[in-house]
């Protein structure tokens, strides 16, 4: 009998661990996963089109996020498996930030008819203008109905989507395809700086400046959304932004190969806008832009395979 008790504390015990993160078909994020059981998942689920990371014909990606880069990551020797493994670790993640950035433009775009239509904004509503005005760093002094008419138009110049290829290309050019220390240390896609501070991973032998650090993230997917916020906050970035909004009035296409020559100033990289265009065409990765993420790829009975390394957002 005691032989019996001791077992069932055992099964529940094991069945709190590994069961604590509760597992949805819908959206799956794993952590430290190896490389090995990483691509038998994506195996498993059906994602390997063509080069291995390009969904065609069907142009869609299945809702399977990791948290940070598998730990073995740099043991991969064959150069084109690495790449290809970069690719399809960061593409669910992009097309999943487009769509949220699309959600906060729609709700934006939604309360801005209302505005024009003469129609009084509900405190809600103004809840959420000053919190985005906030969020995209948008500044005025002026107050009421002008206020809101100039943070509206402001937003919707602001909060709209940055096509994949883009974040994936500038990732993988200043991560060396994701194996740089700057990724394994800290979760940073981008190089995202901070000054005047000790948080943050100190530059190796780059300069002898000592006032700033490399950002440290608690995700890979955290770097992606603060590089998207400076794309669509920072001065640096306006010229792509007032180009995005004319684009946006003609057609909804958003294509990599449009926006490219507005980001090549934000590397100092030497011949980054080369480097750029190159890894943009060779891997084709416009094609990503026009993908979505589909969570019906991901089916229940594959995922209790994998239970031990899925965790929160």
């Known amino acids: 009998m005691k032989l019996l008790k001791n077992s069932l504390f055992a099964i529940v015990f094991l069945t709190q661990i590994f069961f604590s993160v509760p597992v949805s078909a819908e959206e799956i994020w794993l952590q430290d996963i190896p490389v090995a059981k990483l691509q038998s998942l994506y195996s498993k689920i059906g994602y390997d089109g063509e080069k291995e990371y390009l969904m065609l014909p069907s142009y869609r990606y299945p809702t399977v996020y990791l948290k940070n880069f598998p730990s073995d990551y740099n043991s991969i020797i064959d150069e084109k498996e690495r790449n290809a493994l970069f690719i399809k670790i960061l593409t669910p993640l992009a097309l999943k930030l487009n769509q949220e950035i699309l959600k906060e433009r729609s709700e934006i775009s939604a309360i801005s008819q209302k505005f024009n239509r003469g129609e009084e904004l509900s405190a809600a509503d103004i809840a959420l203008i000053e919190k985005q005005a906030a969020k995209y760093d948008i500044f ?93 906050s ?51 990765l416009i094609t990503i832009d026009k993908s979505q993420i589909d969570d019906t790829m991901v089916q229940q009975d594959v995922i209790k395979n994998f239970t031990r390394y899925v965790t929160k957002m």
């Open 234 to 284: 920072a001065p640096a970035f306006k010229s792509l932004r007032n180009f995005r909004r004319e684009r946006r009035e003609r057609t909804s296409n958003m294509s990599g190969l449009i926006l490219a020559p507005y980001v090549y100033g934000s590397s100092n990289l030497k011949n980054y806008a080369g480097i750029f265009d190159y890894t943009l065409a060779y891997y084709e």
């Open 140 to 232: 005025t002094r002026l107050k009421d109905k002008e206020r809101y008419n100039y943070l509206l138009k402001e937003l919707l110049i602001r909060v709209d989507q940055i096509p994949p290829s883009i974040m994936i290309t500038a990732a993988a050019i200043e991560t060396n395809w994701g194996t740089s220390r700057i990724v394994k240390e800290g979760n940073s896609l981008y190089k995202q700086l901070v000054w005047h501070t000790d948080k943050g991973l100190k530059p190796l032998g780059e300069t002898e400046d000592d006032s700033y650090r490399i950002k440290i993230y608690p995700s890979i997917y955290s770097s992606m959304q603060d590089y998207a916020l400076k794309i669509n």
